[in-house]
């Protein structure tokens, strides 16, 4: 049994069956991770191109890696050297790259829906690594797996985002897994940075950061952007980290055995005091790890499992 | 006496005077010069214009030809998308036998020499070309432009389409003095801040989709703030592509108040709504102002249906395939529409019980004339001859490589319309005859 999809577009709606067989997956590799050779053959052959238009260090170094532990020729191109500048189109780029018989393609990229572009273009199989504010699909699947290692279930769970809700990817990505997976989901940041009816995504939302960690059992705590205070969005940092910064004094209302995350990169005294980020309920580091193994999972099982008849995932 | 052309079984419906019944017509000199009523020609008469010079229009509408108040053209400047000539014969397939062509080209209609080039450039066009001057100078939204001598050169409107008078000065300035000329002033009416980036509606669409949004109040204010000018200055305003609830409920309040406001609506507004981008993220789905919730789209219905919005405007605006096949926010908005317009508005609007065939032959004739101030013929011996035969019911599939329009971005290929206009006549002149 393989995924219902040859690409990993989105989380929105894709099946539950789908999310646990890249979550049982993931744990093999992620056994992998710890044995002193981590290199395994299934992409043997295969040729994976990383398509970086955005300015990315974890996530493209997390994707190499992956590739490279399943033994795929790997290639990375970023934006800033590439053909772009001379006016090159989004589609010439990927269809000269495929022209050179590439077998998967994993892209990055400022505009929303440039995964799906892809899979019209291109035969490849498309892994988005992140389009503009709308999803981020691996870093989702790497946050539910983290924190399925830790409590062995997600259903039932109650995960609290907080912080630019609107400008997220990852949130985004995480409210539509979690959901899936039958956990309870909760938001939570200044009203400018909730976009409109967020509550339609089923998801509790709050803006009183105290109340929002009644009964809580993960806080996912996600990255402020300095750009949001210029656009006026937030009136200075200083307040946002009264308001909405999470400090351990902050954590009392949380449920025993709590876990702390961050999709990184951290703004440190920001959004996360280094109690919370280094103390003993942080996940944080776990989280990089975990993202190779469910990396290397969604590569496998897209390009490196017996070929399946399947169709392309849509959103509808 | 010997016609130019004869137009035989056709069910006239006149906008006018609101008359429905069948006959023949006989065209000369590109006028209607008889009209037959049922059964006064006979066979033999017929058969001296057998070949071109007759129409069968059997079981089909004959009525006063169309008139577009909102098309762009983008001549001069983007031949590469659209000229006078592929424009107006996309207007011709639609049926539509005038079009007001909105100043947004390269460069902007500001000016006499601008309009004159594009008018005469439309001479030997198919259909009759209006321009609308630009408000301000090269649509910048700062100066007025040489609005009397716009209207010298035949401009019946004036317009910054594509951008808001933002300066709400400015545009008391131009609605002033539009009136002494008794023109009206279009306005694109979407606040310029609140809209900044927009690439959808704002909506739990845009939200899910992780876009920046429009908001619906963008448009609301914008509506609400020049109403109030214009019922200030007591000039008159013409609101372009009206497509939210709360814009509709405006006008339909500055009408009851007595402001002299008109408007229009697209057919992809009364058709489409925005839950459709996350399909397929299409960028012909792309289009300012956006494509709306489905209570907004009901509204837009109301407002036609109650009078609140007059007519309907088809806001073609062609790109190349080259501009829409890249990512969604690097597509140009805008959608083309001439060629779609009669069937989408017979498929969603008359099939399902809001408007009467001859409600749409006027939102689509005397009601946009009127605004413009342009006469509208009607169907009588004398008048000029622009007519528009089509079958109200027969079905088509609307297919790329069936448009007359330079570019293709239509959002509507593949969708099965009722509706089909079999030929057009303008001035006399068989301007469009669809294949059998």
Request: aromatic share 6%.
């Amino acid at each position: 049994m393989g995924l219902s999809t040859r690409h990993l577009l989105q989380l929105e709606g894709a099946p539950r069956e789908d999310l646990n067989l890249i979550l049982d997956t993931a744990e093999s590799f992620r056994e992998i991770l710890d044995r002193p050779i981590k290199k395994v053959p299934p992409l043997r052959g295969k040729t994976v191109v990383n398509l970086f238009y955005e300015p990315s260090t974890r996530t493209r170094i997390s994707f190499e890696l992956a590739e490279k532990r399943l033994s795929a020729d790997t290639i990375s191109f970023s934006a800033a050297t590439s053909s772009v500048k001379k006016g090159e189109t989004l589609k010439d780029t990927v269809r000269n790259i495929e022209a050179m018989r590439i077998d998967m393609v994993v892209v990055r990229h400022g505009s929303a829906g440039v995964p799906y572009y892809l899979t019209q273009c291109l035969d490849a199989n498309i892994v988005n690594a992140g389009d503009g504010t709308h999803e981020h699909p691996t870093q989702g699947l790497l946050d539910i797996f983290t924190i399925r290692r830790k409590y062995k279930k997600i259903a039932g769970l109650r995960v609290l985002l907080v912080g630019d809700i609107k400008h997220s990817r990852v949130a985004r990505s995480n409210i539509w897994g979690l959901k899936t997976l039958g956990a309870s989901v909760a938001v939570c940041g200044p009203t400018t940075l909730l976009p409109y009816e967020v509550e339609r995504f089923g998801v509790d939302v709050y803006t009183d950061i105290e109340k929002a960690m009644e009964g809580v059992d993960v806080v996912n705590i996600l990255r402020i952007q300095l750009e949001r205070q210029q656009a006026g969005l937030f009136p200075s940092q200083r307040e946002y980290t009264n308001l909405f910064g999470i400090s351990s004094e902050r954590l009392a209302r949380l449920n025993p055995n709590y876990t702390i995350m961050h999709p990184g990169p951290m703004n440190r005294g920001v959004e996360i005091t280094n109690e919370v980020a280094d103390g003993p309920s942080s996940v944080i580091l776990e989280q990089v790890t975990n993202g190779q193994a469910v990396r290397m999972a969604v590569l496998f099982l897209l390009g490196g499992a017996d070929k399946r008849e399947t169709e392309l995932a849509k959103t509808e | 006496m010997e016609f130019d052309l004869l137009i035989i079984n056709g069910h006239l419906i006149d906008p006018g005077f609101g008359f429905s019944k069948k006959a023949d017509i006989g065209i000369a000199g590109g006028k209607i010069a008889r009209i037959f009523e049922e059964g006064q020609l006979n066979k033999d008469e017929i058969k001296k214009y057998l070949g071109d010079r007759v129409i069968d229009a059997a079981g089909a509408v004959v009525a006063t030809g169309f008139l577009d108040l909102h098309v762009h053209f983008r001549e001069p400047g983007r031949e590469d998308k659209e000229t006078i000539m592929t424009g107006s014969r996309a207007a011709a397939a639609g049926g539509f036998t005038s079009v007001c062509c909105m100043p947004n080209t390269q460069p902007a209609i500001d000016n006499q020499e601008t309009a004159k080039f594009v008018t005469s450039l439309a001479e030997k066009g198919y259909c009759r070309v209006y321009c609308i001057g630009a408000i301000t100078k090269n649509r910048a939204g700062q100066e007025l432009s040489e609005i009397g001598d716009l209207v010298k050169a035949g401009v019946v409107a004036i317009s910054d389409d594509g951008d808001y008078v933002q300066n709400p000065e400015v545009m008391r300035r131009a609605l002033e003095y539009a009136r002494m000329f008794d023109i009206p002033v279009i306005s694109h009416a979407e606040d310029i801040f609140l809209a900044a980036g927009g690439l959808m509606n704002e909506s739990f669409q845009s939200t899910r989709l992780g876009m920046t949004g429009r908001p619906a109040v963008a448009e609301e204010i914008a509506i609400i703030r020049d109403i109030k000018l214009a019922g200030l200055t007591g000039s008159r305003l013409h609101i372009a592509h009206v497509s939210t609830a709360g814009g509709v409920e405006a006008i339909r309040r500055g009408k009851a108040e007595g402001v002299r406001v008109t408007a229009e609506a697209t057919p992809h507004h009364f058709t489409l709504t925005d839950d459709l981008i996350a399909a397929r993220f299409d960028t012909n789905l792309r289009v300012n102002p956006p494509l709306r919730t489905e209570a907004d789209r009901q509204a837009v219905i109301a407002g036609l249906v109650d009078g609140t919005i007059d007519c309907i405007a088809t806001d073609h605006a062609p790109h190349t395939d080259e501009e829409k096949d890249v990512e969604f926010d690097q597509a140009p908005p805008g959608m083309i529409g001439l060629e779609t317009c009669l069937g989408l508005a017979i498929t969603e609007l008359v099939d399902k019980g809001y408007l009467t065939l001859l409600d749409v032959i006027r939102k689509l004739s005397t009601n946009p004339a009127a605004i413009v101030g342009l006469p509208c013929n009607g169907l009588s011996v004398g008048e000029t001859a622009d007519l528009v035969i089509f079958d109200p019911e027969a079905e088509w599939t609307v297919r790329r490589e069936g448009f007359f329009s330079k570019s293709k971005n239509s959002p509507f290929i593949g969708r099965k319309l009722k509706g089909k206009v079999l030929a057009t006549i303008m001035n006399g002149r068989v301007t469009h005859r669809a294949e059998v």
